[in-house]
């Protein structure tokens, strides 16, 4: 029995061929292309809407702000900003030596655009990454506590290949926070890349931990090895405010 070619790829689910097939089939025939050239090109096109799918996938999973990307980060509002540092990062080689990533700098200078942008850079590497802010994650951590699933929600924060925590020490930790946070930078500890954004300066951030044996144990870990971005310079959303 004869089986229509359009039919057949909706059975195989082949809906990234199916949807170029005529203007596959009518470059084919322009281009007098092979065979062998012409199926290249339409399972190459299968191939890109299932990377895509993914991607979608992974960053819905994340928390991370799709529109934060550093083709839309404005570098040139502050001259500051070391561009060759970031799009270095962006690379995402400090996500292969498992180190962390620490941005710092005053309200509105792109850290949490950076994270987000550096992030995203992961993500199309097929590198999952998971964003919280600081509030958010203990936020989290509380609530698996309360719902009995702590154990599984520690070990995803824990295996994520790469974890943001946002506006680290924008509120003062209390207890079991700062037993949490350091866990969390413990058990990730050379084995996996935390991003950590704050507005605090780096000899700041003991401050943030109530107890500051756990503060210099999660520090300790935290900036060893880390890369650090420092953000200086005008507000970013201010200046787009007085513009408008």
Not at 22 to 47: G, P, Y
Not at 81 to 105: S, W, Y
Request: net charge positive; aromatic share 8%; charged share 30%.
């Amino acid at each position: 029995m004869k089986i229509e070619v359009q039919d057949a790829l909706k059975t195989l689910r082949l809906s990234g061929i199916l949807d170029n097939l005529a203007i596959r089939n009518k470059e084919a025939i322009d281009n007098k292309m092979s065979f062998m050239e012409f199926l290249s090109t339409i399972l190459q096109d299968e191939v890109l809407r299932r990377e895509q799918k993914k991607l979608e996938a992974r960053i819905k999973k994340s928390q991370v702000n799709c529109d934060k990307t550093l083709e839309r980060f404005d570098f040139g509002f502050n001259p500051k900003i070391n561009q060759q540092q970031i799009r270095d990062l962006a690379t995402c080689h400090f996500i292969e030596e498992k180190v962390p990533m620490l941005i710092v700098g005053p309200c509105g200078t792109g850290k949490t655009h950076v994270a987000q942008a550096i992030s995203t850079c992961a993500m199309r590497n097929s590198i999952d990454a998971l964003f919280f802010t600081q509030t958010q994650l203990f936020t989290y951590l509380h609530a698996a506590r309360a719902t009995g699933d702590y154990d599984k929600k520690f070990q995803k924060l824990i295996k994520i290949p790469l974890l943001v925590i946002d506006d680290f020490g924008l509120k003062p930790m209390r207890t079991p926070q700062d037993e949490d946070m350091h866990d969390v930078i413990s058990e990730r500890y050379e084995k996996a890349s935390t991003i950590v954004t704050s507005n605090l300066d780096f000899e700041e951030w003991g401050d943030a931990f109530p107890n500051k044996l756990l503060a210099a144990a999660t520090l300790d870990r935290l900036r060893h090895g880390a890369y650090k971005i420092v953000l200086e310079g005008d507000n970013y959303r201010s200046l787009k405010k007085s513009k408008g």
